[in-house]
């Protein structure tokens, strides 16, 4: 099993900046690649950014294409999100997933684990 633990969420108003960390553990060698989602409330929970453990390859939601920025720093089984510009609606639950699948995703079901999710909320 694999354990991932986000942080770094809180508010901020629109045009600050924010990171975001997700801490693996566990199973972390399974691990092929990791990415973000994000969930506002009564909405589905969409693809934010993903990234490959061992290349660092990485592919983004055109929403966010050019403001984050997902990296990882395999030492420290961390992934981060670095998110500027932010916009009003960026306001969601941000959550961590990883997979051990060896392509580059950004669909829901091919994650197989799961954070419990940082809020994030920027203001007007």
């Known amino acids: 099993q694999v354990q991932l633990v986000e942080s770094g969420g809180g508010l901020v108003q629109a045009g600050d900046s924010l990171r975001l960390s997700c801490a693996a553990s566990?199973?972390?060698?399974?691990?092929?690649?990791m990415g973000w989602f994000r969930q506002a409330p009564g909405k589905e929970r969409d693809f934010v950014a993903a990234?490959?453990?061992?290349?660092?390859?990485?592919y983004y939601a055109d929403s966010v294409k050019g403001r984050f920025t997902i990296s990882r720093d395999n030492a420290k089984n961390t992934v981060y999100l670095q998110m500027n510009s932010l916009k009003p609606e960026d306001t969601a639950v941000y959550y961590c997933?990883?997979?051990?699948?060896?392509?580059?995703?950004?669909?829901?079901?091919?994650?197989?684990?799961w954070g419990q999710g940082t809020q994030v909320t920027v203001s007007p």
């Open positions: 997933a990883a997979h051990n699948d060896l392509m580059l995703t950004s669909m829901r079901g091919r994650y197989d684990y």
């Open positions: 566990g199973r972390t060698f399974s691990i092929y690649g």
């Open positions: 990234i490959l453990q061992n290349t660092g390859r990485t």
